[in-house]
């Protein structure tokens, strides 16, 4: 089993920068890929960025490219996700997620999740 815990989710302001945090335990020599995922009110669940875990490629939704950043930190098994020119429809719960077989952009593709952030974004 992996664990994933997210954190350093807040209040900003549009144009402003947020960063979270996801730390795994377990297992985590079987994640293949994390993943960052977030949740508005009404929506369904959507993709943001993806990383392997041993590092060389990363994925972006078009919606984030260029303004968020996933980066890791495989000695403390910790995965972020740089957030810069936020805008009032980045407003969602942020998920984070561990796959053990895939690298992908899609929510079926993640084994183990975390129980998200709130991430708030004022106009």
């Known amino acids: 089993q992996v664990q994933v815990v997210e954190s350093g989710g807040g209040l900003a302001q549009a144009g402003g920068s947020l960063t979270l945090s996801c730390a795994a335990s377990g297992r985590t020599f079987s994640i293949y890929a994390m993943g960052w995922f977030r949740q508005a009110p009404g929506m369904e669940r959507e993709f943001v960025a993806a990383?392997?875990?041993?590092?060389?490629?990363?994925v972006y939704a078009a919606s984030v490219k260029g303004r968020f950043t996933i980066s890791r930190d495989n000695a403390k098994n910790t995965v972020y996700l740089q957030m810069n020119s936020l805008k009032p429809e980045d407003t969602a719960v942020y998920y984070c997620a561990a796959s053990r077989l895939y690298y992908g952009t899609r929510a079926y593709e993640y084994d183990y999740w975390g129980q998200g952030t709130q991430v708030t974004v004022s106009s």
């Open positions: 990383n392997r875990w041993s590092g060389g490629s990363t």
